[in-house]
T-cell receptor
Framework: EPEVTQTPSHQVTQMGQEVILRCVPI?????FYWYRQILGQKVEFLVS????????KSEIFDDQFSVERPDGSNFTLKIRSTKLEDSAMYFC?????????????????FGPGTRLTVL | QKEVEQNSGPLSVPEGAIASLNCTYS??????FFWYRQYSGKSPELIMF????GDKEDGRFTAQLNKASQYVSLLIRDSQPSDSATYLC????????????FGTGTRLLVSP
């Protein structure tokens, strides 16, 4: 069964360093998402991406964050200058569509996550 | 204002019992409703989605939606110890928004 994959599974970095988290969405999916979950807290939406551009972003997704689809398979999240409070699990998700059409096609499937630890 | 609310639990049930998990949401225009299961340290795993008022059954799981009351629930029949996890309710808002809004999750403990 197709699944979303993410690398690395765990990333440790020093405060102020740049990190890039990588994701390979499900191959026939068109919409891609990043969420994060701080330990003990709820899953929070960061950004959605469609047709090579950001389609929606949250207040969390400030200028320190960027996303890119550098090729036909990868989807990346870059944090330019990490802060201690960026420590969290980062989940990539994908869906066939956003809404409309066959309703089940807007279901988002999550990857295993990258645990980011900022020291 | 909290958009999706769940009781954090833990909800403890004996093996074989029915577990009932509840979720309320604030945006009356919400379109799609999802239940995810999350084991500790793992990612959300889709259990069910529901869009229309009423019940939807899939194996041991039944999702119930009442849009008038802004309420969605998940019933797990014949609960197993392996069902012990945190159950996340997620809501997709009006058409045009893509993000899922998650509740804090309800921790379910099924004792043998």
């Amino acid at each position: 069964e197709p699944e979303v994959t993410q690398t690395p599974s765990h990333q440790v970095t020093q405060m102020g360093q740049e990190v890039i988290l990588r994701c390979v969405p499900i191959s026939n999916h068109l919409y891609f998402y990043w969420y994060r979950q701080i330990l003990g807290q709820k899953v929070e939406f960061l950004v959605s991406f469609y047709n090579n551009e950001i389609s929606e972003k949250s207040e969390i997704f400030d200028d320190q964050f960027s996303v890119e689809r550098p090729d036909g398979s990868n989807f990346t999240l870059k944090i330019r200058s990490t802060k201690l409070e960026d420590s969290a699990m980062y989940f990539c998700a994908s869906s066939q569509r956003s809404s409309g059409g066959h309703l089940s096609s807007d279901t988002q499937y999550f990857g295993p996550g990258t645990r980011l630890t900022v020291l | 204002q909290k958009e999706v609310e769940q009781n954090s639990g833990p909800l403890s049930v004996p093996e074989g019992a029915i577990a009932s998990l509840n979720c309320t949401y604030s945006d009356r225009g919400s379109q799609s409703f999802f239940w995810y299961r999350q084991y500790s340290g793992k990612s959300p795993e889709l259990i069910m989605f529901i869009y229309s008022n009423g019940d939807k059954e899939d194996g041991r799981f039944t999702a119930q939606l009442n849009k008038a009351s802004q309420y969605v629930s998940l019933l797990i029949r014949d609960s197993q110890p392996s069902d012990s996890a945190t159950y996340l309710c997620a809501v997709k808002l009006n058409t045009g928004f893509q993000k899922l809004v998650f509740g804090t999750g309800t921790r379910l403990l099924v004792s043998p």
